[in-house]
């Protein structure tokens, strides 16, 4: 059975960093890119960041590009997320997701910027 | 990077069709082979129910269904039932600079 599962969410200040990890399992890892999805208090779905199966391709949303910083390892099936300079609109549930035919999320992990 | 536009809301009783637009544009939803619906109940994560523009997954039932006409997308709930009630979000590639792209979301209500 296939899972996605976050992790490394919590409080951070305005200006702080943060590193989310999602562990995939249940399925080829390094088969799949694989996104960033996040989603404010009662608000809608954001795409975030991509990467490549091989992490040879990444890209970000204009609201994170220069701050965020997308990677994997696909020796431990891991897929990171660091934010840098992270500002009070960043807080949100992040989710990992396989998009597409193939799709699949995590349960996502809480973010809150605040001081 | 502008959310792709969706009505706030809809609403039917059971066993009506209640239709879901999802509006973008040439550079999206009109370009783009790659549109999808989830269905995403409160405090879960997002249920793919279409994808491509009108495939369903295995397991989503055929009361559910998607189509495209010009820089539109459209979902169709067909005979809705109370548990079609939850939050619907289209999705479109959106080329290789913007990449991905959401719609604001649609909050259906089974009367």
């Known amino acids: 059975q296939v899972h996605l599962v976050e992790s490394g969410g919590g409080v951070v200040q305005p200006g702080g960093s943060l590193r989310l990890s999602c562990a995939g399992s249940g399925f080829t890892f390094s088969d799949y890119g694989i996104h960033w999805v996040r989603q404010a208090p009662g608000k809608g779905l954001q795409w975030v960041s991509f990467?490549?199966?091989?992490?040879?391709?990444?890209q970000y949303g204009d609201a994170v590009k220069g701050r965020f910083i997308i990677s994997r390892d696909n020796s431990k099936s891991t897929l990171y997320l660091q934010m840098n300079s992270l500002r009070r609109e960043d807080t949100a549930v992040y989710y990992c997701?396989?998009?597409?035919?193939?799709?699949?999320w995590g349960q996502g992990t809480l973010v809150t910027v605040s001081s | 990077q502008s959310a792709l536009t969706q009505p706030h809301s809809v609403s039917g009783s059971p066993g009506q069709s209640v239709t879901i637009s999802c509006s973008g544009t040439?550079?999206?939803?009109?370009?783009?082979?790659?549109v999808s619906w989830y269905q995403q109940l409160p405090g879960k994560a997002p249920k793919l129910l279409i994808y491509y523009v009108n495939n369903r997954p295995s397991g989503v039932p055929d009361r559910f269904s998607g189509s495209k006409s010009g820089n539109t997308a459209s979902l169709t709930i067909s005979g809705l039932q109370t548990e079609d009630e939850a939050d619907y979000y289209c999705c479109s590639y959106a080329g290789r600079n913007t990449f991905y792209i959401f719609g604001t979301g649609t909050k259906v209500t089974v009367l």
């Open positions: 997701a396989v998009i597409g035919d193939f799709d699949y």
């Open positions: 040439s550079s999206d939803v009109g370009g783009s082979d790659y």
């Open positions: 990467i490549r199966h091989d992490g040879s391709k990444k």
